[in-house]
């Protein structure tokens, strides 16, 4: 049988921890960009070095897309390319001693039924099914394979985070937990891909992000609020009855297809003063938008939303356009979870209040997306960052007087 002359690659010391662990099971939750991927990619090539012809280790992600990368990850690993053929349809890589990598996607846990695997990554399994979990289980039955988990925190109201639990409390020795920190890798000498300090990123993240965001990306803290971007208890502290004072400016969010259109106003200290929620025809909408009061206005243009935004602001005094994009309305929703957070804003019980409840984050490569859950609707989150954006900006021009 050939044999394959290997180096390690450098890997940082937390990195190497949950490596060399002995446990049958790690479970890691890691911030982001710590470098949880590149060290498992590491890991089951070594894997793979150990077996025999025609026994396989598995990479298991949530998705295709995400187990694509890593399958591209690992050619790009392999510095002798003498070493390995790739089968891109089936996302296989085949050493020359018959070992095969396989990259799999845990989107149908049925697909992962069935055969031996003799070790096993699963990546960003905290976003992943637990089913899969399940058959991948039961691959590793007979041949007594190794399983190692990571992801980022994503609430407690998951598998993952019971698995976490599980794994930390120490009950059962085939499972050893680890926690990797941005603090962590910052001072291990983490640098980002551009080459600066990582913990320059960090701090540059702390200031654009909710905190509960940062918590779960960075400190690798699981929130109780699971993916609320503005935090349950911040919602709380800021619900306070409708204000009786004139609305001082208006965030107006346009139906769509299946949702409202909703008004709200702002009085001079930023309570909500003024909600409406309606779905009525385009004239009429109009109409009703040209009859709130003579205050500024900021109005989402998106899409359909456009014609009817534009001939308001032709016959209306101060209309600002937003047009939302994913990074517009990130921007958007933070300005609004920052306002939650410092009590900055406050709105009345009902819609308003169980919008902002449900609303969720999602991290995703492009940065973190911000809408309601499947199903439900984010009209009034939106009217209010809307709202709350104008009035921020009034604030800063002078042209509102808070004192
Ligand atoms: N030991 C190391 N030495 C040098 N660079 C590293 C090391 N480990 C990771 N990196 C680099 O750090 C970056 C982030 O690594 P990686 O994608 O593995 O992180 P991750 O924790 O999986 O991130 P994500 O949250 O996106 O899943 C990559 O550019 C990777 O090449
Ligand atoms: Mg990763």
Redesign the pocket.
């Known amino acids: 049988m050939p044999t394959i002359n290997y180096t390690r690659p450098?890997?940082?010391p937390y990195?190497l921890a949950i490596l060399n662990s002995k446990a049958r099971f790690t479970v890691t939750i890691?911030a982001?960009?710590?470098?949880?991927?590149?060290?498992h990619i590491v890991w089951l090539f070594e894997q793979a070095l150990k077996c025999k012809a025609n026994q396989s280790v598995w990479w298991v992600a949530p998705t295709i897309g995400q187990a694509k990368i890593a399958f591209d990850r690992m050619k790009v690993q392999i510095s002798n390319k003498d070493l390995f053929t790739a089968n891109e349809t089936n996302r296989t890589i085949t050493l020359i001693t018959g070992a095969k990598m396989e990259f799999k996607t845990a989107e149908k846990p049925d697909n992962l039924y069935g055969g031996d695997v003799y070790a096993a990554v699963y990546d960003?399994y905290t976003r992943g099914r637990e089913e899969s979990w399940h058959a991948l289980r039961s691959t590793l039955t007979s041949t007594g394979g190794k399983c190692k988990f990571i992801g980022?925190a994503k609430g407690k109201k998951n598998w993952g985070y019971k698995l976490a639990i599980k794994a930390k409390s120490g009950d059962d020795p085939n499972y050893e937990y680890f926690k990797i920190t941005a603090y962590d890798a910052a001072s291990a000498g983490m640098k980002t891909?551009d080459g600066r300090p990582f913990i320059e990123e960090i701090e540059d993240a702390k200031k654009d992000l909710p905190e509960s965001v940062f918590n779960e990306l960075y400190l690798a803290e699981a929130s109780e609020d699971g993916s609320n971007p503005f935090g349950l208890q911040y919602i709380a502290q800021c619900t306070y009855p409708l204000s009786d004072k004139p609305a001082v400016c208006f965030g107006t969010d346009l139906a769509k297809k299946f949702d409202f259109t909703v008004n709200i106003g702002l009085d001079k200290f930023a309570y909500v003063s003024h909600f409406d929620r309606f779905q009525k025809d385009w004239r009429q909408t109009t109409e009703t938008i040209l009859g709130l009061p003579v205050a500024p206005l900021a109005i989402d243009s998106t899409g359909v939303g456009d014609p009817i935004a534009e001939d308001i602001a032709s016959k209306r005094d101060n209309v600002t356009l937003k047009v939302f994009t994913q990074r517009s309305k990130q921007q958007l929703m933070e300005g609004l979870a920052y306002a939650i957070q410092r009590r900055e804003i406050f709105f009345p019980e009902g819609m308003i209040r169980e919008e902002l409840e449900a609303f969720e984050f999602e991290y995703t490569r492009t940065g973190v997306k911000y809408s309601a859950p499947e199903g439900t609707h984010d009209d009034c989150v939106c009217a209010l960052a809307l709202a709350y954006s104008i009035w921020k900006d009034s604030v800063n021009m002078g042209s509102i007087s808070i004192w």
Do not use: I, M
């Not at 982001?32 to 060290?39: E, L």
């Open positions: 450098f890997l940082y990195q890691a982001t960009k710590v470098g949880k991927t590149a060290s960003e980022n891909k």
